[in-house]
């Protein structure tokens, strides 16, 4: 367990600045059911602002669980 939280966008920052995401990298945000697509392009911009020279790719996983898989290459 890498990090917890209430705002789901926090902890997929959260997250990457654990896996050492750094400019340069891909980050692809997957997100689930339990999320809108506002809320999700919200996320993204957050992990934009956070890491302005990232790639980001927002992709509706439709998962049912989990509200973000979150995939650095």
């Known amino acids: 367990l890498v990090a917890v939280g209430d705002d789901p966008s ?3 920052v959260s997250v990457l600045r654990a896996s050492e995401a750094s400019d340069g990298n891909l980050v692809t945000v997957y997100w689930g059911e ?3 697509a506002e809320a999700a392009a919200s996320a993204r911009d957050r992990v934009l602002s956070e890491f302005p020279e990232t790639e980001v790719e ?3 996983g439709g998962q049912p669980n989990y509200h973000y898989i979150v995939s650095v290459e």
Do not use: F, G
């Open 58 to 60: 927002l992709v509706r």
């Open 10 to 12: 926090d902890v997929v």
């Open 34 to 36: 339990p999320v809108s």
